[in-house]
């Protein structure tokens, strides 16, 4: 039945896995021989695809699966000491599933939850505000058998914590309105206000939003693809990437749960521009509690005619989106991992080029934006370019939504035109007295209380959106400890460098962690961080080392208190048992004694 729910698709296959996982709690070897009878797809993708998402699981989880947010905001808020205070009420062991199937505990990557924790999941459910309490009712939950349905509702609350609206939040908006005016304006004029709006990606590339969008709808002609793929036409495709796992960001989780009809009107005004007809959704499946409410927007656009065929009554214009749930993978946040997780595969990033604008989605040109993007987008063609640019600097135009957590008495959402400087975002969020800022999340960029007047700006501080706060008496390595560990964890394992670089990190900064290490580790770390950056095949390898890297440049004497004595005393002399051979030749180099045994 799920199969055919899926319509058979081989591209279905994570949704299918997902679902198998969540009736029979894991991945059956009998399954898996089912699916690649029904699919026809190869044993070993499907294998693979079960071993590379973290929610997937060849052995048994609990019926009730319940994972803790490892994030380092979520330790910050004691998560560590509750997820061992219901591993010991539950009588199970972290990482294991209880002997009678009944639960497993576990930690996770950040649940994108981070100021409202310490968070977690239950069957893929977010779970906010843990205390004590929280768990000493969740573990007896747990053992009544009480069905999901049936727990406090306040356990799976999700507030959207906004707390300064800006250029894109402040107004109201309604369905359509943008999609009319580009049908006023016409393509090419709604090309030029999306360039005069000089609007940048918001993932933390920055790629130029009207480049991508005209690089798709011009090209390839269908002469560049190979013959072999025996296609008709070329087909366009529109992918939202709302796969936000970079920890310490939750802001795509508010603008899907506010502000959707934006999102999606962004996606069509790039349906209309680029001439796409297919449109996904790529949700992170830490957010499958927006999966319905998503649905229902999605049918309401399409009773509104903003979806479907002949939109908004122009005759051929049709256009549609898929919600796809993501399972746990980090990596597909990466655009081009994520279209091969759209695919039903493992997410590994591909080579590039050619880049998903020519050859994404099934090699066919591929739109890839995030919500953010769109939104912004779909607000550009309602009040156009002049309005949005007239805000921010000159190389970055407009608005950034924030996430802010850690240290502060306001933590949630905050929309600053660019050019804000981090001291007045730590002032307006309510930090006192922080010794540090993490800009961009652990792949971003750690600033001490020395560079708080730099800016929020691709040419400064380049952020998808994560601002993590740091309190004094925090430790800046024990903050790099977490972000180097969670590389490590999400690391695909395609390239030698990344794999084997982000253990190797990992290990030798444990070691300084707990006393071990010496000026040599240090070296060695400074070494290693350079090789993966330059040697790794996308951008989780190339920015792994960064946390290491800049409180390693920022905080040396913190490091070097951290190691180990090394003033040895050798158990040999052997200057001393040298001396005698050397007086003989009257040579003090290294082959002295050599010399004086051949006379
Ligand atoms: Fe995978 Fe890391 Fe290589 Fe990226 S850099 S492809 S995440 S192993």
Request: charged share 25%; net charge negative.
């Given at each position: 039945?799920?199969?055919?729910?899926?319509?058979?698709?081989?591209?279905?296959?994570?949704?299918i896995?997902?679902?198998?996982q969540?009736?029979?709690?894991?991945?059956?070897?009998?399954?898996?021989?089912?699916?690649?009878?029904?699919?026809?797809?190869?044993?070993?993708?499907?294998?693979?695809?079960?071993?590379?998402?973290?929610?997937?699981?060849?052995?048994?989880?609990?019926?009730?699966?319940?994972?803790?947010?490892?994030?380092?905001?979520?330790?910050?808020?004691?998560?560590?000491?509750?997820?061992?205070?219901?591993?010991?009420?539950?009588?199970?062991k972290?990482?294991?599933?209880?002997?009678?199937?009944?639960?497993?505990?576990?930690?996770?990557?950040?649940?994108?939850?981070?100021?409202?924790?310490?968070?977690?999941?239950?069957?893929?459910?977010?779970?906010t505000?843990?205390?004590?309490?929280?768990?000493?009712?969740?573990?007896?939950?747990?053992?009544?058998?009480?069905?999901?349905?049936?727990?406090?509702?306040?356990?799976?609350?999700?507030a959207?914590?906004?707390?300064?609206?800006?250029?894109?939040?402040?107004?109201?908006?309604?369905?359509?309105?943008?999609?009319?005016?580009?049908?006023?304006?016409?393509?090419?004029?709604?090309?030029?206000?999306?360039?005069?709006?000089?609007?940048?990606?918001?993932g933390?590339?920055?790629?130029?939003?009207?480049?991508?969008?005209?690089?798709?709808?011009?090209?390839?002609?269908?002469?560049?693809f190979?013959p072999?793929?025996?296609?008709?036409?070329?087909?366009?495709?529109?992918?939202?990437?709302?796969?936000?796992?970079?920890?310490?960001?939750?802001?795509?989780?508010?603008?899907?749960?506010?502000?959707?009809?934006?999102?999606?009107?962004?996606m069509?005004?790039?349906?209309a521009?680029?001439?796409?007809?297919?449109?996904?959704?790529?949700?992170?499946?830490?957010?499958?509690?927006?999966?319905?409410?998503?649905?229902?927007?999605?049918?309401?656009?399409?009773r509104?005619?903003?979806?479907?065929?002949?939109?908004?009554?122009?005759?051929?214009?049709?256009?549609?989106?898929?919600?796809?749930?993501?399972?746990?993978?980090?990596?597909?946040?990466?655009?081009?991992?994520?279209?091969e997780?759209?695919?039903?595969?493992?997410?590994?990033?591909?080579n590039?080029?050619?880049?998903?604008?020519?050859?994404?989605?099934?090699?066919?040109?591929?739109?890839?934006?995030?919500?953010?993007?769109?939104?912004?987008?779909?607000?550009?063609?309602l009040?156009?370019?002049?309005?949005?640019a007239?805000?921010?600097?000159?190389?970055?135009?407009?608005?950034?939504?924030?996430?802010?957590?850690?240290?502060?008495?306001?933590?949630?959402?905050?929309?600053?035109?660019?050019?804000?400087?981090?001291?007045?975002?730590?002032?307006?969020?309510g930090?006192v007295?922080?010794?540090?800022?993490?800009?961009?999340?652990?792949?971003g960029?750690?600033?001490?209380?020395?560079?708080f007047?730099r800016?929020?700006?691709?040419?400064?501080?380049?952020?998808?959106?994560?601002?993590?706060v740091?309190?004094?008496?925090?430790?800046?390595?024990?903050?790099?400890?977490?972000?180097?560990h969670?590389?490590?964890?999400?690391?695909c394992?395609?390239?030698?460098?990344?794999?084997?670089?982000?253990?190797?990190?990992?290990?030798?900064?444990?070691?300084?962690?707990?006393?071990?290490?010496?000026?040599?580790?240090?070296?060695?770390?400074?070494?290693?961080?350079?090789?993966?950056?330059?040697?790794?095949?996308?951008?989780?390898?190339?920015?792994?080392?960064?946390?290491?890297?800049?409180?390693?440049?920022?905080?040396?004497?913190?490091?070097?208190?951290?190691?180990?004595?090394?003033?040895?005393?050798?158990?040999?002399?052997?200057?001393?048992?040298?001396?005698?051979?050397?007086?003989?030749?009257?040579?003090?180099?290294?082959h002295?004694?050599?010399?004086?045994?051949?006379?």
């Amino acid at each position: 039945a799920i199969v055919a729910r899926h319509g058979g698709e081989p591209t279905e296959l994570l949704q299918i896995l997902r679902e198998v996982q969540a009736h029979l709690h894991h991945v059956p070897h009998e399954a898996m021989v089912f699916l690649y009878e029904a699919l026809q797809v190869p044993p070993a993708q499907i294998q693979g695809v079960v071993e590379f998402y973290s929610f997937l699981s060849t052995m048994p989880r609990g019926r009730y699966d319940l994972r803790i947010s490892d994030s380092i905001t979520d330790q910050m808020l004691g998560s560590r000491a509750l997820a061992d205070d219901l591993c010991q009420r539950l009588g199970v062991k972290l990482g294991e599933t209880r002997a009678d199937g009944a639960v497993s505990v576990d930690y996770t990557s950040c649940t994108g939850m981070c100021e409202q924790g310490p968070a977690g999941l239950v069957n893929g459910l977010a779970l906010t505000r843990l205390d004590r309490a929280r768990v000493e009712r969740i573990a007896e939950l747990v053992e009544a058998g009480t069905p999901l349905e049936a727990w406090p509702e306040a356990f799976f609350a999700v507030a959207d914590n906004v707390h300064k609206p800006g250029l894109l939040l402040a107004d109201g908006f309604e369905p359509g309105a943008a999609l009319a005016k580009v049908f006023e304006r016409g393509r090419e004029a709604t090309f030029a206000e999306l360039e005069q709006s000089g609007l940048r990606g918001r993932g933390g590339a920055g790629f130029n939003t009207a480049w991508k969008w005209r690089f798709c709808y011009e090209g390839p002609d269908e002469d560049s693809f190979c013959p072999m793929d025996k296609r008709a036409e070329v087909q366009r495709f529109v992918i939202c990437n709302a796969d936000e796992g970079e920890p310490g960001t939750f802001k795509d989780r508010v603008l899907l749960n506010s502000h959707a009809h934006r999102v999606f009107e962004g996606m069509t005004v790039c349906a209309a521009l680029v001439g796409a007809k297919r449109g996904f959704l790529y949700l992170r499946g830490e957010y499958l509690h927006l999966y319905q409410p998503l649905l229902a927007v999605l049918e309401e656009r399409r009773r509104l005619g903003l979806l479907g065929r002949n939109i908004q009554g122009r005759e051929g214009f049709d256009f549609d989106i898929k919600i796809h749930l993501g399972a746990g993978a980090y990596i597909c946040g990466e655009e081009s991992a994520l279209i091969e997780s759209l695919e039903g595969k493992r997410g590994n990033p591909r080579n590039r080029p050619p880049y998903p604008v020519t050859h994404g989605y099934l090699g066919q040109p591929t739109v890839v934006n995030n919500v953010e993007t769109f939104l912004s987008a779909a607000m550009i063609a309602l009040h156009g370019g002049v309005w949005f640019a007239a805000h921010g600097t000159e190389k970055s135009k407009g608005s950034k939504i924030l996430s802010i957590s850690g240290d502060c008495a306001r933590p949630g959402i905050y929309e600053y035109p660019f050019g804000t400087t981090v001291a007045q975002i730590l002032e307006d969020c309510g930090a006192v007295d922080p010794f540090g800022a993490q800009v961009g999340g652990p792949s971003g960029t750690f600033i001490s209380d020395k560079e708080f007047g730099r800016k929020l700006a691709f040419e400064d501080l380049a952020t998808g959106g994560s601002f993590m706060v740091f309190g004094q008496g925090r430790d800046p390595l024990e903050v790099a400890r977490n972000f180097t560990h969670f590389f490590a964890h999400e690391s695909c394992g395609f390239c030698t460098p990344c794999r084997v670089g982000t253990a190797l990190l990992k290990n030798i900064h444990d070691k300084i962690c707990a006393g071990h290490g010496t000026p040599y580790d240090l070296a060695e770390l400074a070494d290693l961080g350079k090789i993966i950056k330059g040697a790794s095949h996308c951008g989780l390898g190339q920015t792994a080392a960064h946390p290491i890297l800049t409180t390693l440049e920022r905080y040396p004497d913190l490091y070097a208190a951290r190691l180990k004595e090394t003033v040895f005393q050798p158990g040999f002399d052997l200057d001393g048992a040298l001396e005698v051979s050397r007086r003989l030749t009257g040579r003090d180099d290294a082959h002295a004694h050599l010399a004086q045994a051949n006379q």
